[in-house]
């Protein structure tokens, strides 16, 4: 059993008024501390933020609430109550002046895509299976072996370049494995294919969602922590942190055109560890500092459009994979709640730019871009100029971190020297340069006040490494699908490690299917 380890008189500071910091915050109070939260921008929720346009709400990314984790569940539900809605989801991906369901389902994919190119995409995805990459290094390796090489080709190629801006080759594995382990074609045929004996629930065909977005979640969030005599300050930056030895002593803050140190006991800290440590003083060693300057981010924008027309198309959200046009990927508001618009006559879009820093996107005037938006709009097909009757443009930076081809090792580096803090505990999805859901990011600071409060060793770099994906089909009983019968013979499995039993015999039996369907064409 742990106990509180001189937790009564200690000073907190908190860096970041994101989900990882203002759940810590809030973990703090409910034990009777007072922390005082640092955020930069005009309003709490980091990344995880909801903007305001004359009473239209934006979320910035389409944050769904989904969770394993039953702390995380309780959390929101007592934050919000009724204002946490239910909502069915749909997402589909636009290729080829065409819709796709997004998780993929065969029978969709390969209706829209035709027979030829569904034998061809299935004749390539037995090639692959058989025949895989022996190494999964990079995202392209991953998803191949996995869907093939002409199903990656086709759906997750252009856009995965899209959103990183980086060619799939030279994507880590790593971000595949967290974030789609379980939506391989394997799983999706064997789910359609063959009846499971247990009922099936699945996360992605459902989530709760806050009635006017995430950031209502977080500024309730906030007004508990102050109102149990926490402080959050806005529009508060740290400049500077302050160390002696492997203690940090202080943060250096900018507000309100004065700058002012504010000494503490301990320090939790969601900022891009890359800005923290840019920012300490003492510097780091010149080997961290360089790491640091090797991790990279990637940073996106979102056109808001308000259009003069009530109903558009059913999705919460669209990927579009069409390279003709640059915006990735269509937010429809409406269909996340109703009451993220004022007036129901209205539809409220988000059109989502992925960019870097800097770059002719990010640095376009706001006017551009919303020109910009309103003619991909038209191009799609989606709404015409003339229904656009307003628009504004908000900018996120540093939303995505980068698993480039080197990112690990730069982050080894880092994590070895951040251990040697003996008060300072990085969290977040930024402070662990870790692509993490925002419920990962609220374990990270639940776990990060353990360790401070209880003397608990939590690792919080392993938070969500188990890299299990958050949409898994999963089974009451067992958590997993039922294992399906085997097909092939023992030696196959010997001989190629990467062979599926039940992939085999679907895809030979799908590709017989297809050649006994062109043939009985050709009789005809």
């Known amino acids: 059993m742990t106990t ?102 065969p029978g ?111 500024t309730a969030v906030k007004d508990r922590v102050e109102a149990r005599g926490g402080t959050v300050h806005l529009n508060s930056s740290v400049v500077g942190i302050n160390r002696q030895g492997n203690r940090v002593t202080s943060v250096v803050v900018e507000r309100d055109g004065r700058t002012e140190t504010i000494a503490a006991d301990d320090f939790i800290s969601s900022m891009p560890v890359t800005l923290f440590l840019q920012r300490l003083n003492p510097p780091p060693p010149p080997a961290v500092l360089e790491a640091a300057s090797r991790l990279k981010y990637r940073d996106f924008l979102t056109v808001c459009l308000i259009l003069d027309r009530p109903d558009l198309f059913p999705d919460n959200w669209i990927y579009v994979h069409d390279p003709n046009v640059k915006v990735g990927r269509i937010q429809n508001y409406k269909n996340w709640s109703p009451d993220m618009l004022p007036n129901q006559a209205h539809t409220s879009l988000g059109l989502e730019y992925f960019c870097n820093e800097g770059d002719d996107i990010w640095t376009m005037s706001d006017a551009d871009l919303i020109e910009l938006g309103k003619r991909e709009l038209a191009q799609i097909g989606l ?87 958050h949409e898994t089909v999963v089974t009451k009983e067992t958590g997993r699908l039922p294992r399906p019968i085997p097909v092939s013979p023992p030696i196959l499995g010997q001989v190629l490690p990467f062979i599926d039993d039940a992939a085999l015999g679907v895809s030979l039996g799908l590709v017989a299917a297809l050649l006994t369907y062109f043939i009985t064409l050709l009789l005809v």
Request: aromatic content about 14%; glycine content about 8%.
């Open 4 to 105: 509180e380890v001189n937790a009564a008189n200690k000073e907190v500071v908190i860096i970041g008024g994101g989900p990882a910091g203002l759940t810590a915050a809030y973990e703090l109070t409910k034990r009777h501390l007072r922390p005082i939260v640092l955020e930069k921008l005009d309003k709490v929720g980091g990344i995880a933020r909801t903007e305001n346009y004359k009473g239209y709400h934006f979320d910035m990314g389409g944050h769904r609430f989904f969770t394993k984790s039953a702390e995380v569940e309780r959390f929101w539900h007592e934050m919000l109550g009724d204002d946490f809605l239910h909502r069915p989801r749909l997402s589909r991906i636009y290729y080829k002046n065409k819709y796709f369901n997004y998780p993929l389902k």
């Open 108 to 218: 969709n994919a390969l209706g829209g895509l035709g027979p030829l190119e569904g034998l061809l995409i299935m004749s390539s995805y037995l090639r692959w299976h058989l025949l895989p990459y022996k190494a999964e290094e990079t995202f392209e390796q991953w998803v191949t072996n996995r869907f093939g090489k002409r199903l990656f080709e086709t759906f997750f190629k252009s856009y995965t370049e899209k959103v990183w801006g980086i060619p799939s080759s030279e994507l880590k594995a790593e971000w595949a494995a967290q974030r789609i382990q379980d939506l391989s074609l394997k799983t999706a045929l064997t789910t359609m294919f063959l009846k499971p004996r247990r009922t099936i629930k699945t996360l992605i065909e459902s989530f709760d969602y806050p009635r006017q977005g995430p950031g209502m979640l977080w």
């Open 383 to 469: 709404a015409g100029d003339e229904d656009v009757i307003d628009g504004c443009v908000f900018r996120v930076e540093k939303s995505y971190p980068v698993y480039d081809a080197d990112y690990a090792q730069h982050l080894e580096t880092i994590k070895a020297y951040m251990a040697t803090f003996e008060n300072f505990q990085t969290i977040g999805r930024n402070g662990l340069h870790r692509y993490n859901n925002q419920d990962h990011a609220m374990l990270t600071g639940m776990l990060a006040v353990r360790n401070l409060l209880y003397g608990e060793r939590h690792n919080l770099w392993q938070v969500n490494a188990e890299q299990e994906y």
